[in-house]
């Protein structure tokens, strides 16, 4: 009997739990970033994490709804995905020395037995919030259910995203192009994975035709891989897993994760549907203003999405009824209210996410207006005498700051060297001595030092403060 309960369990390790993280990011292929390594093109196993954030940051406890777009759960994803990709095949496209010693970490029996232990608790922190925020089903019942996903194809369909507009709103197309396209390849490999998952054991005589219907949609993806390669080609992208590792959104990777998360627990099977139906759902909406913005930033070709079959509301419907209604017959209304718990959580996700895509594209398009800001800031602080709280670093020519978001808004003020800050494979911004840039809350971003030293400032920019100069 499946348990449905979408509430995340408590851990039993008590004090441990944050301490079994950080041994899980200890792996050295989840090392910090060095300066050579903005993408790993050539090894799916490289993954940076930042382990030594991990210094401040606890696991030990569920992420609050206003961290979302934070660090922790930056970080968290990135570790949880790498404990998910931990048992799925990966090769390496060429026989180098760094994958094949980053391979021999992350397919090790100790990286295995810490990410089976890390995960639950990674899991926890950055799930248990979903029950929080989900509004609930009017009825547990089919109609009810079916009802609720119809309306929400409609009004996905009819309003895509602001991600879509922001992307077709900057300046620098093909940059903003670019950056898009690589946060849908941070999920849509993951999660047609984590339906592949799911499409392995033996159930039919609970569900005759799920299967077929699981193996169809892998087969689809697999299908499409040519295509799909050639789409990442027109952006000069390769398709090796975790490519461009450091610039996925967080909220990017959280979408494959909630899959992952959905299939990799079977107990989850009724909210692994739902969260299914939403991926058919969500291809559908935004294969239209996708191809746009990618063939109007890149002038790329439409085949990735014209070869996808059409996915109309009727055939949602006839799906919901094929998904689920076997399942309700043997296991009650139960069945609904998990499918509609994975529908709403990866539907709020999904929203999140595309906040997120705007926000930074939208930053990383006006970075000079963000120059000036820096510069007002940093005069208002001076001339008014006002103590903020700062960080000072002092970095060689062998360090780089593997990419990351801060918790707060902080200006970047070189006093002396030279750095490249980059978010993005497109390009670098270069920044001498004296230069300032303003770096909004939540804004992903990393830089590498290019004189043989950098000395830099990063005051801390109280909200208030911001918005009374805005």
């Not at 970047?412 to 004296?434: D, P, R, Y």
Request: with cysteine.
């Amino acid at each position: 009997m499946v348990d449905n309960s979408m509430e995340v369990p408590e851990i039993s390790i008590g004090d441990d739990a944050h301490s079994l993280v950080k041994e899980f990011a200890a792996n050295t292929a989840f090392r910090a970033a060095e300066r050579h390594e903005l993408t790993t093109e050539e090894n799916p196993f490289r993954r940076p994490v930042r382990p030594d954030d991990l210094g401040w940051l606890d696991y030990s406890k569920p992420m609050r709804e206003e961290n979302v777009l934070k660090l922790s759960a930056l970080l968290g994803h990135r570790m949880l995905r790498n404990a998910y990709d931990s048992d799925l095949l990966y090769v390496a496209p060429a026989d180098t020395e760094a994958a094949a010693d980053d391979g021999a970490a992350f397919y090790s029996a100790h990286n295995r037995v810490h990410a089976a232990l890390a995960r639950p608790i990674l899991e926890r922190h950055l799930f248990t919030l979903l029950d929080e925020v989900r509004a609930p089903l009017e009825t547990a019942e089919l109609a009810a259910l079916k009802r609720h996903i119809l309306e929400h194809y409609r009004r996905r369909s009819a309003e895509p995203g602001d991600a879509f507009e922001a992307a077709r709103s900057t300046r620098a197309r093909k940059e903003s192009s670019t950056f898009l396209l690589l946060q849908f390849s941070a999920f849509l490999p993951a999660s047609n994975a984590a339906v592949a998952r799911n499409a392995v054991g033996e159930y039919d005589r609970a569900h005759p035709t799920l299967r077929r219907l699981l193996l169809g949609e892998y087969t689809q993806w697999a299908e499409a891989s040519q295509s799909y390669e050639k789409l990442m080609a027109g952006a000069e992208l390769k398709t090796t897993a975790a490519a461009y590792w450091q610039l996925y959104l967080g909220t990017s990777l959280a979408r494959g994760n909630h899959l992952h998360f959905t299939s990799a627990n079977h107990e989850r099977l009724f909210a692994f549907l739902g969260a299914l139906l939403h991926k058919k759902l969500d291809e559908q909406a935004v294969r239209a203003p996708l191809s746009a913005v990618l063939a109007d930033g890149l002038g790329v070709g439409t085949e990735y999405f014209d070869q996808q079959k059409a996915f109309t509301e009727t055939d949602l419907g006839r799906l919901v009824d094929e998904l689920v209604a076997p399942l309700v017959e043997r296991f009650g209304r139960r069945v609904i209210e998990g499918v509609y718990a994975g529908f709403a959580d990866a539907t709020w996700l999904a929203g999140l996410w595309d906040r997120d895509v705007a926000e930074q594209l939208t930053w990383a398009d006006r970075i000079e207006e963000y120059q000036d800001k820096a510069a007002k800031l940093d005069h208002h602080i001076t001339s008014a005498g006002i103590e903020v709280d700062l960080d000072t670093f002092v970095e060689s020519s062998d360090e780089t700051s593997t990419t990351h978001v801060h918790n707060e808004h902080r200006l970047v003020m070189i006093e002396s060297g030279q750095m490249h800050f980059w978010n993005n494979v497109t390009h670098k911004i270069a920044l001498n001595q004296g230069d300032k840039l303003l770096i909004p809350v939540s804004r992903l971003h990393g830089s590498t030092v290019l004189s043989g030293e950098c000395t830099y400032h990063q005051p801390i920019i109280p909200e208030a403060m911001l918005q009374q100069l805005s």
